[in-house]
């Protein structure tokens, strides 16, 4: 029994604590374009709202996405493609370079992978959760978030997620996401901060 402790011991060591996600805004079900920052992602929004909806729809079919129509911002925009998100079957298959430059510290967020990191499973959870309820209300959903969960807290952004109807068993969901940066200017005001934007 003492020598099964002392191993217990010796693999909790070596974790890491789990981070939280700190959430600063979200809108459930709906676009709230009064108080998304970045006017791509409310051009973006507003395309989807756009898309032709066959009758008795309330979300477009995934041709309607054309990414020609997004070429000033198709650094921003993520793909989610779901088989089953209640059983984790959940993956990017497409993650841009600006929130690989920004969240995922120049490397594409994985979503298996962060679903077994400790460190990064409440953003994961997060992410499954917005996906699986614009999934199963067929809406979209809009969050504010800061980078806590990947040590950096002076990173803030902000993320739409966009259902498709499903085709084949696979359910699409648009992610654009955008980030912004507070730097510290330490002249000519020390201890103020100003925005960079991603």
Not at 112 to 135: Q, S, T, V
Request: hydrophobic share 40%; with cysteine.
């Amino acid at each position: 029994m003492r020598s099964m402790r002392h191993r217990q011991l010796r693999e909790f060591q070596g974790r890491t604590p789990a981070r939280e996600v700190v959430v600063l805004d979200q809108g459930d079900d709906v676009l709230p374009f009064d108080r998304i920052r970045c006017p791509d992602l409310i051009a973006i929004g507003q395309a989807w709202l756009d898309m032709p909806r066959n009758e008795g729809r309330t979300i477009p079919e995934w041709r309607a996405f054309s990414p020609a129509a997004f070429a000033s911002c198709l650094d921003k925009l993520c793909v989610l493609k779901a088989r089953d998100w209640r059983a984790h079957d959940i993956e990017f298959s497409l993650y841009g370079n600006h929130p690989t430059d920004f969240l995922g510290n120049g490397r594409p967020l994985v979503m298996k992978e962060m679903r077994g990191d400790p460190m990064h499973e409440a953003n994961y959870l997060d992410i499954l959760n917005r996906a699986g309820r614009a999934i199963e209300n067929a809406m979209p959903q809009y969050v504010r978030k800061t980078l806590s969960w990947n040590e950096g807290n002076y990173i803030d952004y902000e993320t739409l997620m966009l259902p498709f109807v499903a085709e084949d068993g696979v359910q699409r969901l648009l992610q654009p996401v955008s980030a912004r940066a507070r730097v510290r200017v330490t002249t000519p005001s020390p201890g103020r901060w100003c925005e960079v934007r991603g």
